[in-house]
């Protein structure tokens, strides 16, 4: 029993880190409807740019702040030479856009910082909580607490500033009916260089966190792999979706790892998130928070 | 306009490629290598390091030697990605590149290894794969084109349980222990597999084979897994991101990093660096060491990066693991070279003496210290029927700033691999309709 | 001047419905067919066959499997480098474990295995739509991909997982020379092609562009949806699945199932967005600009930038370039190469009086 709560745990804290890189693909869909494949790119870009600010000897606020401007940067950039000249075409052309821009990030990003893997440090210790383990044997790292505690502040932060600004209230409504929102006068391509830059740092985020988890490398664009069953179950615009579908993943991936792995040899985990999600949508086509859909002739 | 702008585009690059693909233009006491080098995506930190080590030593033969008995050495790369349908392209780019041709191809990945293997023998090229590939190409009487040379998985795995036995004061002492085999879920990561497991029969451990999903930079349940099952050893057969979750986790739940042992894919700075603290004591394989402190790679120091010659753009990297794993291949192709100019005279080499030269290459003791290199990559003696040649593992741990040697070569269980190496050859042989060659006839 | 269809009178169905019904197009399949069938073996060298005419055929043949599925019938699918592999893998067991078996009818038992999987893996798209099903599609890709490793049986129990394709024979003539690979490739990459364009001019063609444009008002019009987008799962996939055995085949020759990654997918996909979602000859134009730009670019920076820049700089740079064009080609021609051809087309019509 005590082992299952481990796992249980320890599943949901990892959702948690699928969730930050789901965050970013969903704000960018959400506004606007650009399934943005780029996005586990920009976690490694944003990584190995705050990583190499560092070695260059910034200090970490610098670094961050230095990162960040970058993210925005390729954001705005992003916006004005790929989305703005794509605007209305076919959302697969877009997709396509964005594989066509992975490979440009990943390219400057390499050819920029070198292809030398990085540690990063966050100063937090990944290790089990030391009262908890043994009071109970369970053991829970303390970073992955940290991660979920940076994981609750983001997106407060993201629902504060959805709900009580006016860029987030624009915002809202872009995502809502672009055309509607035009007719309003919301500058509709201001709030897209806005959610760019936005998708930016929580790319930076989850860069960082997965950074100091695993290293920088390349590698880390592959985190948009984990992301991907995490969107399909909790819908592709919903921002609590994408947390709740994280825990969901990421509990039962480890919990079908642990038991019924065994039974296949193991190594499940490759596809058996994607199979749950499927299994899921079979279900609810549009995803657990995702909007419902009414086809009409 | 659209149109004509296409179409003149593609019409460039078509003129271009026809270009390299007539270019065989003779050149005179040249010997051309072709290297297939990968510098971009996942696998750049490794292919930058080997390709970078290789090309500076070669430079440091063409610097000071003046080449290999008056013949300089030239070079040409080819981006892979390490992908398999680029990897033949350049292949196929780089074959007829030269005065002789393309004399030795070595990729650098088992992907290339294999979608190449076929076509080296027909074309005459020598294929030579240091520490991966495929194993039972070790039988040179199936494969006279293919050399796993110095060690292969195989042979590393009969050393890991040497090493473990060493480790806890006996083989003997190895019964009733327990150790988990934790692979990345490939065919790179299952190759100890059966090795390893009769390794358990035989010495009366037990082994759990624990899969990570590719990339592995999610190893949670593995690692809860072995905190369930205590093991005494966690063999680390794993590659790039997986290796420091790896670490990470085993950290996390506390399992001690003295008793984590890794393949030569597991153990180079780039593996443990990002790893933090969480990496320091963790023990891993080599065929060659780290270091600077090698005549050979001080060599290389003075020789090449003194004249602005060298090929790391990232200095500090010189002597790192993959670094030297370049070195060793350039000293390996550069002998060759030597071995065959013996027999065939100091001109440059085709294929097929390029061949000959892998084929009788010995590199004893003797020769390591002359080249700088002793302890820095063991001796071995290539056969007709051997194309290992070697099998010798070193270990080395990290001791959380760098890789010290902890371990002197150990010598693979050889006698146990080779009837699998030749069951394994001689299946391979029998699908392809191959009449083994017979090796006394060889000269 | 020379494209000009007036004149053209069709007086029987049988004209009315070929499938390219206007002379010149018919004269100038039939010129390009005779030019790659009897030139280029003999114009083109070793490199060129090997390494750019086979791959560029295969890659053809898989981008019109996906093309059938994504750009005629509507359904995105990013597990195309999956079917592939299940095409490799089971033509390689039915040579394997049947004496005699004829390569052709593996190649196309291949295909049919391909199939089935397909069918499987299709069914959720009777449920899912848009990106959903494309994410939902990885679930094949990974799936598959983890089952050929896992399973030992696939490979005949070999020690590293990986299959060699065995000789090609047909009639007792041994398939070994690029030339004479290339030939059979190319045969059954035409065969499949035609194949391909006219059952898209037929009724099943015509039910998948309805389900493609609206699926709803398709199935008020009395379309089964099921069958129609099942069956489209199953050509496309039988496509992707000779493409997969031939890959292995005639191409590469040892293959491991890793090979046949998300990258490859991914490849494909591009071919035909690249070249022209719903069109045949856009598959090929595809296939070829996908297959010769990162070579085009890594023979110019060998040629013009290896010593000028560093050895990783170059690289990436081919990597951003190469990113850049897609992009760029996005921008300019979002329907892609065959919708240039369609133009150039219609310019020839009129030329040399356009107005």
């Known amino acids: ?297 | 306009m659209k149109m004509s702008k296409t179409l003149s585009t593609s019409l460039i690059a078509a003129g271009l490629l026809a270009g390299v693909a007539a270019d065989a233009f003779a050149q005179a006491k040249e010997q051309f290598i072709g290297l297939p080098s990968y510098r971009v995506g996942a696998y750049a930190a490794g292919g930058s390091g080997v390709f970078g080590g290789w090309i500076d030593y070669m430079t440091l033969i063409n610097e000071r030697d003046g080449g290999i008995g008056g013949v300089k050495l030239t070079w040409e790369e080819c981006e892979t990605e390490y992908n398999n349908a680029r990897g033949v392209e350049c292949y196929e780019r780089l074959k007829k590149k030269g005065s002789t041709g393309n004399s030795v191809f070595q990729p650098v990945s088992t992907g290339i290894t294999y979608s190449v293997l076929d076509k080296v023998a027909q074309d005459k090229i020598p294929m030579v794969t240091i520490g991966y590939g495929r194993t039972d190409a070790v039988d040179g009487r199936v494969f006279p084109w293919v050399f796993p040379m110095i060690t292969t998985y195989w042979s590393q795995a009969t050393t890991m349980v040497k090493f473990i036995g060493s480790k806890e004061g006996g083989m003997e002492k190895l019964k009733g222990k327990k150790v988990v085999y934790l692979y990345h879920d490939s065919a790179f990561g299952k190759e100890g597999l059966g090795v390893i497991e009769k390794q358990a029969q035989k010495f009366g451990f037990t082994m759990v084979p624990l899969a990570v999903a590719h990339p592995g930079n999610e190893q949670q349940s593995q690692w809860l897994k072995i905190r369930q099952e205590k093991p005494d050893w966690v063999i680390l057969w794993g590659w790039g991101v997986m290796n420091p979750t790896a670490l990470k986790a085993a950290a996390k739940t506390g399992f001690p990093r003295e008793k984590m042992v890794g393949v030569w894919w597991s153990g180079a700075e780039e593996d443990t660096v990002p790893a933090g603290d969480a990496a320091k004591g963790f023990i891993a394989a080599g065929f060659n060491v780290a270091g600077q402190n090698y005549p050979v790679v001080k060599a290389i120091q003075d020789n090449v990066y003194k004249k602005n010659k060298g090929n790391m753009e990232d200095k500090s990297r010189i002597g790192s693991v993959y670094y030297n794993r370049g070195v060793v291949h350039g000293i390996i192709t550069v002998e060759a070279i030597r071995t065959a100019q013996a027999k065939f005279g100091a001109k440059p080499l085709s294929g097929d003496e390029m061949r000959w030269g892998f084929e009788h290459l010995s590199i004893d003791a003797k020769r390591l210290k002359e080249l700088g290199a002793e302890g820095f990559m063991p001796d071995l003696k290539i056969t007709c029927a051997d194309h290992e040649g070697s099998g010798k593992v070193k270990y080395q741990q990290w001791d959380g700033k760098q890789w010290k040697v902890i371990s002197d070569w150990i010598d693979a269980d050889r006698d146990m691999v080779r009837p699998m190496i030749e069951e394994s050859a001689a299946k391979y042989a029998k699908e392809k309709n191959i009449t083994p060659r017979d090796c006394s006839k060889e000269g | 001047m020379f494209y000009r269809e007036a004149g053209q009178f069709k007086t029987s169905y049988a004209a009315d419905q070929q499938i390219f019904p206007i002379t010149q197009d018919r004269v100038g399949v039939l010129l390009i067919l005779a030019f790659a069938f009897l030139a280029v073996p003999v114009l083109f060298n070793e490199y060129w066959l090997k390494a750019i005419l086979i791959p560029f055929l295969i890659f053809s043949l898989a981008a019109l499997g996906l093309n059938i599925l994504t750009g005629y019938a509507g359904q995105l699918s990013l597990g195309s480098a999956a079917f592939m592999a299940v095409g490799a893998f089971a033509s390689y067991n039915f040579m394997l474990r049947i004496d005699g078996m004829p390569i052709l009818l593996a190649f196309a038992l291949g295909g049919l295995s391909a199939a089935l999987v397909g069918i499987a893996f299709g069914l959720p798209s009777l449920r899912i739509k848009g990106f959903y099903l494309a994410v939902a599609t990885l679930a094949a890709q990974f799936f598959i991909v983890w089952a050929l490793t896992k399973f030992g049986w696939f490979s005949n129990y070999s020690s590293s997982g990986v299959i060699s394709a065995q000789e090609m024979e047909i009639l007792g003539y041994k398939f070994v020379t690029p030339e004479a690979k290339y030939l059979l490739v190319l045969a059954i990459v035409v065969l499949l092609a035609l194949a391909a364009k006219n059952m898209v001019r037929s009724s099943v063609g015509r039910a998948w562009m309805a389900v493609r444009d609206m699926d709803v008002a398709a199935e008020v019009i009395g379309i089964r949806i099921m069958h129609t987008k099942l069956l489209a799962f199953a050509v496309s996939s039988f496509y992707c699945g000779v493409a997969g055995a031939l890959y292995a085949y005639a191409y590469i020759g040892t293959v491991e199932p890793e090979g046949f990654n998300l990258d490859l997918s991914f490849k494909i996909l591009f071919m035909i967005i690249i070249g022209g979602v719903g069109s045949i000859v856009g598959a090929f134009l595809g296939a070829a600009f996908i297959v010769l730009l990162p070579i085009a670019l890594d023979v110019m920076v060998q040629e013009w930038l290896s010593g000028i820049l560093s050895p990783s700089i170059s690289s990436n740079l081919q990597l951003i370039v190469f990113g850049g064009l897609i992009i760029f080609f996005l921008i300019v021609e979002p329907h892609g190469l065959a919708r240039l051809w369609q133009i150039g087309k219609e310019k020839l019509r009129l030329w040399p009086f356009p107005h």
């Open chain 1, 1 to 297: 029993m005590q082992f299952f709560l481990e796992v249980l745990i320890g599943g949901l804290l990892s959702g948690v880190m699928y969730s930050f890189v789901a965050l970013g693909f969903v704000l960018i869909y959400k506004a606007s409807g650009v399934f943005n494949f780029a996005q586990g790119a920009m976690v490694f870009a944003a990584a190995l740019t705050f990583v190499g600010f560092q070695e260059l000897g910034a200090p970490f606020w610098l670094a961050l702040l230095l990162a960040f401007a970058v993210m925005v940067v390729l954001g705005v950039l992003t916006e004005r030479i790929v989305l703005r000249p794509l605007v209305n075409q076919p959302p697969i052309t877009l997709f396509m856009a964005t594989i066509g821009l992975t490979y440009v990030i990943e390219g400057l990003a390499q050819g920029t910082w070198g292809a030398t893997v990085r540690g990063l440090e966050l100063g937090i210790q990944d290790e089990p909580v030391q009262w908890l383990m043994e009071a109970t044997d369970i053991g829970v790292s303390k970073f992955d607490l940290f991660g979920a505690g940076i994981a609750a502040l983001l997106v407060t932060l993201l629902a504060l500033f959805f709900q009580y600004t006016r860029v987030g209230r624009a915002l809202r409504a872009v995502a809502d009916d672009h055309q509607a929102a035009l007719s309003i006068g919301i500058p509709l391509q201001t709030i897209w260089r806005i959610v760019w830059a936005v998708a930016g740092f929580v790319a930076l985020v989850a860069g960082l966190i997965w950074g100091a988890r695993n290293g920088v490398s390349f590698s880390l664009t592959f985190t948009a792999l984990k992301a991907l069953p995490v969107l399909i179950l909790g819908g592709f615009t919903s921002i609590p979706g994408a947390i709740v579908g994280g825990l969901i993943i990421g509990s039962t991936e480890k919990l079908a790892e642990v038991y019924l792995g065994q039974y296949v040899g193991g190594g499940i985990d490759s596809w058996f998130p994607y199979v749950m999600a499927l299994a899921f949508l079979l279900i609810r086509p549009e995803g657990l928070f995702g909007e419902k859909h009414i086809d009409r002739v």
